[in-house]
T-cell receptor
Framework: EAGVTQFPSHSVIEKGQTVTLRCDPISGHDNLYWYRRVMGKEIKFLLHFVKESKQDESGMPNNRFLAERTGGTYSTLKVQPAELEDSGVYFC?????????????FGNGTRLTVT | QQQVKQSPQSLIVQKGGISIINCAYENTAFDYFPWYQQFPGKGPALLIAIRPDVSEKKEGRFTISFNKSAKQFSLHIMDSQPGDSATYFCAASEDKSTFGDGTTLTVKP
């Protein structure tokens, strides 16, 4: 079984540019999550999809961040325009069930550096 | 306010020793407490998890101790090995998982 795949693994962009991160969840996992870890701090929740619907987007920092999951398969997270404080590692995770105790399967993350 | 506080930030243990990582939470609605292990360049992976109706769960060399009244839980790694060197995250879940800051464990041979 293929795991959660994220592209790209690294991205370096200048302030004001746009970046799009992609996540391919485990096949059959309807639940997809985006998390972010900044500067060695906690892994912070951004949002949760159930299939193509946004179940919870309470962690999205501001309207510069846009997440989509068209067709309920892969997801993209776009940052436009990027700011310095957006730097960090963005993780995608998927799970089979949406219940709170369904294990999260993480991708290897995208390390975003905004200069 | 951070809902899950994890300590220490880093830990160095000799091979064969016991590694202990502690977490504390505030929200009494949390009712699932997983620990994740992350190796460099990889994503976190579920290591072991506990529910608050039990005080301890053991899987091999890894044990979670849970104190519901104190709102604290800890990970114990017995007979620590160099291959255990990684970053460990505790988490607490209600409708979504809330993570601690992580602990970087180094096991010296």
């Amino acid at each position: 079984e293929a795991g959660v795949t994220q592209f790209p693994s690294h991205s370096v962009i200048e302030k004001g540019q746009t970046v799009t991160l992609r996540c391919d969840p485990i096949s059959g996992h309807d639940n997809l999550y985006w998390y972010r870890r900044v500067m060695g701090k906690e892994i912070k929740f951004l949002l949760h999809f159930v299939k193509e619907s946004k179940q919870d987007e309470s962690g999205m920092p501001n309207n510069r961040f846009l997440a989509e999951r068209t067709g309920g398969t892969y997801s993209t997270l776009k940052v436009q325009p990027a700011e310095l404080e957006d730097s960090g590692v963005y993780f995608c995770a998927s799970s089979l069930q949406s219940s709170y105790n369904s294990p999260l399967h993480f991708g290897n993350g995208t390390r975003l550096t905004v200069t | 306010q951070q809902q899950v506080k994890q300590s220490p930030q880093s830990l160095i243990v000799q091979k064969g020793g016991i590694s202990i990582i502690n977490c504390a939470y505030e929200n009494t609605a949390f009712d699932y407490f997983p620990w994740y292990q992350q190796f460099p360049g990889k994503g976190p992976a579920l290591l072991i998890a506990i529910r608050p109706d039990v005080s301890e769960k053991k899987e091999g060399r890894f044990t979670i101790s849970f104190n519901k009244s104190a709102k604290q839980f800890s990970l114990h790694i017995m007979d620590s090995q160099p291959g255990d060197s990684a970053t460990y995250f505790c988490a607490a879940s209600e409708d979504k998982s809330t993570f601690g800051d992580g602990t970087t464990l180094t096991v010296k041979p």
